[in-house]
C-alpha cells in the first residue's frame, strides 16, 4: 500500500513538474514573441553614438549612404547587409553621428525625435542638410556648433534637422534601435518631405503618403537600415 502510494506521489510529481516546464517555455515564448514585435531585443540608439544606414530598396541592397562636403552617395563599403564589427575601423564614410535635439550624449533617440546626422569623417559639426528644391543633392556643407541644438536655441538650424521614425516603433515611446528600419522626415521645406536616395544620391522629395508604414519599409528608397557599433 505504501508504495503504491509512493508511486502515484511520484508520478504527480513528475506531471507537476512538466507542467511547470512547459507553461515556463510558453511564458519564455510569449516574451520573446512579445520583444520581436516590439522591437526591443537589439541594442538601443543613443544621442552621441555613431551610426551606419543602409539603403532599403530591396531586401538584398548592399548599398550604405557615404557623404562628402558637396553631396552624399552610395558605398559599397562593407559589401554586406550588416556593418560587421570587423569593418567599422574602414568604413568610415559610411558613418555618421547621430544627435538628439535637446539631448546629452548617451540619452536614447526615441522614434519620432528631431536628430541631426554628421557624417563622421567631415567632424561631429558638420551636419547633413537638403533643399527645397528636389533636384539638389543633400550634402554637408554646413558646419555649426551641437551648443546650436540646445535650449532656447534648438530649432535655429532647423534645416539642419531630421525626424526619425522608426517603422515598428510606439513614437514617443520605443527607442530607435540597431537594424530598425527608418525613415527621416525633413520638413524644413516641405512637412511631405523624406530623406530620398535615387540615381545614386541623396535627396529630401515627397512621400505623398507622408507616414511612415508607407515611407520606411524595405523596398522603398525612403527607408534606410539603421546600426551601430556592438
Avoid at 519564455?28 to 516590439?38: D, E, G, K, M
Avoid at 520638413?187 to 536616395?197: A, K
Wanted: proline share 3%; glycine share 6%.
Amino acid at each position: 500500500m505504501i508504495g503504491k502510494k509512493c508511486l502515484i506521489f511520484f508520478v504527480l510529481l513528475v506531471f507537476l513538474e512538466t507542467a511547470l516546464k512547459i507553461e515556463a517555455a510558453a511564458s519564455v515564448s510569449v516574451a520573446n514573441n512579445y520583444l520581436n514585435l516590439r522591437g526591443r531585443r537589439y541594442p538601443v540608439i543613443h544621442s552621441g553614438d555613431r551610426i551606419a544606414l543602409r539603403v532599403m530598396y530591396s531586401s538584398y541592397s548592399t548599398r550604405w549612404i557615404r557623404c562628402y562636403s558637396s553631396y552624399c552617395y552610395y558605398s559599397s563599403c562593407p559589401g554586406d547587409k550588416i556593418m560587421p564589427s570587423t569593418k567599422w575601423s574602414s568604413c568610415t564614410y559610411e558613418q555618421f553621428y547621430i544627435r538628439g535635439v535637446n539631448k546629452n550624449d548617451g540619452q536614447t533617440i526615441l522614434s519620432g525625435d528631431y536628430v541631426t546626422l554628421a557624417p563622421y569623417k567631415r567632424g561631429a559639426t558638420c551636419r547633413l542638410r537638403c533643399f527645397s528644391s528636389t533636384s539638389t543633392k543633400c550634402n554637408s556643407a554646413t558646419c555649426v556648433s551641437e551648443s546650436y541644438f540646445k535650449g532656447n536655441n534648438a530649432f535655429v538650424y532647423s534645416f539642419l534637422t531630421f525626424q526619425i521614425f522608426s517603422r515598428n516603433s510606439v513614437d514617443g515611446q520605443d527607442p530607435i534601435q540597431y537594424g530598425d528600419t527608418v525613415g527621416f522626415r525633413y520638413p524644413y521645406y516641405n512637412p511631405s518631405y523624406w530623406l530620398y536616395f535615387s540615381g545614386s544620391y541623396l535627396y529630401a522629395r515627397s512621400c505623398s503618403s507622408n507616414t511612415k508604414t508607407s515611407c520606411a519599409y524595405k523596398g522603398n528608397l525612403f527607408g534606410f537600415q539603421i546600426f551601430k557599433p556592438l
